[in-house]
């Protein structure tokens, strides 16, 4: 990693100053604590080591995508949804794990039955995401990546809420500048949720070889996004009321397929505001912008098609309660809409 510090590299000896709770000032003005210090304090480093894994098989290119089809036929449609977005599967899941963070992951260790096998599940979505890393039979690491699901079904994460002072470790791709004062570092990172990435900067201090952020810091900037598209949404193409809905308020309310801008995307995005929804008035609005914007598009015969494949395919995997009857409705909504290209005919 290159500090780029400008003008506040301290010269001479190292200089180290004890902090009150552990911390210290390093040689180069920072703020830091170690490890140790850090744990007692609360902070989770478990998945540190196993996260700066998966990068680092990312960076070296040493990906090969397991496509299998598993029993249930269910694990493939994130593969289908990578490519409506005109990525390819490969190198979208080396982005993913290059951006991937150790706070956003926890260890599945029954998946882990050889020692070439890293299985971690990214609970910061809807429904989490399962990664598996199989590098048991040479140098290229087999990468299992889909919504997980039980029997076939995928069961929704709980939603807890966001708890505003806690803090977690991340990895800085570089660094800003140094408040003198505090000893507080300025971190430039990359964060990244299903197709969105986010440059971020934010403020955090020194931990070994990551650095100690509040986690609201980098998940509030996520979650502002998707309520400003929902917003743009019901006020600049449907002309609804948004206040009339209640808002993400945790990132486990939106799905992996909620992030970005396409037109999948954006009917994902509005069933996640619909299934949000606590009372009958906030529903009935955030249905009707639902349906209003899938009646909207104008689209091809074969982008039709395309779409309503992805919401049969996606949605299979689902445990929400109603969500046969929403999609269904989406997908009766599409059919009614004039096919672009195709001329009518007058009788």
């Known amino acids: 990693m290159v500090f780029i510090i400008d003008n506040l590299m301290l010269k001479g000896t190292l200089f180290k100053m004890m902090y009150n709770e ?5 040689e180069y003005g920072m703020k830091e604590i170690l490890i140790d210090n850090a744990s007692m304090m609360g902070i989770d480093f478990s998945t540190v080591k196993v996260c700066e894994r998966l990068r680092k098989l990312a960076a070296l290119d040493r990906l090969k995508i397991d496509e299998s089809t598993h029993r249930s036929n269910l694990n493939k449609h994130l593969f289908n949804y990578i490519e409506y977005c005109g990525m390819s599967v490969k190198e979208y899941i080396k982005q993913y794990l290059t951006n991937l963070q150790p706070y956003m992951i926890e260890r599945n260790k029954d998946g882990e039955y050889n020692k070439g096998i890293i299985c971690v599940l ?13 590098s048991t039979f040479g140098e290229e690491a087999i990468i299992s990546f ?5 029997n076939g079904i995928a069961k929704e994460n709980s939603v807890i809420g966001n708890k505003a002072e806690r803090y977690v470790p991340v990895f800085a791709d570089s660094i800003g500048s140094i408040d003198l004062n505090s000893g507080n570092v300025s971190l430039k990172l990359i964060a990244q949720r299903g197709m969105l990435v986010l440059p971020l900067s934010i403020v955090g201090i020194k931990c070994e070889n990551v650095f100690i952020v509040r986690e609201a ?3 509030n900037q996520f979650l502002e996004y998707c309520n400003q598209y929902i917003r743009d949404l019901y006020t600049s193409n449907i002309d609804l009321d948004y206040n009339s809905i209640s808002v993400f308020s945790v990132l ?13 995307l954006s009917i994902s995005l509005l069933i996640d505001s619909l299934t949000h929804q606590n009372d009958t008035i906030s529903k009935k ?11 909207n598009l104008k689209l091809t015969k074969e982008q039709r098609t395309e779409l309503v494949d992805l919401i049969n395919t996606k949605y299979s995997v689902s445990s929400i309660k109603s969500i046969e009857c929403i999609t269904q409705r989406v997908i009766d909504n599409l059919k009614t809409i004039p096919i672009v290209g195709v001329k009518s005919v007058e009788s």
């Open 285 to 295: 609005a955030a249905d009707f912008a639902l349906i209003t914007f899938a009646g």
């Open 217 to 219: 810091d980098i998940n």
């Open 146 to 150: 889909h919504e997980s699901s039980i």
């Open 22 to 26: 552990g911390f210290f000032i390093n």
């Open 122 to 134: 990214d609970n910061l979505y809807k429904v989490s995401l399962y990664i598996k890393a199989d």
């Open 252 to 264: 486990q309310q939106i799905s992996f397929t909620s992030y970005g801008k396409d037109t999948f």
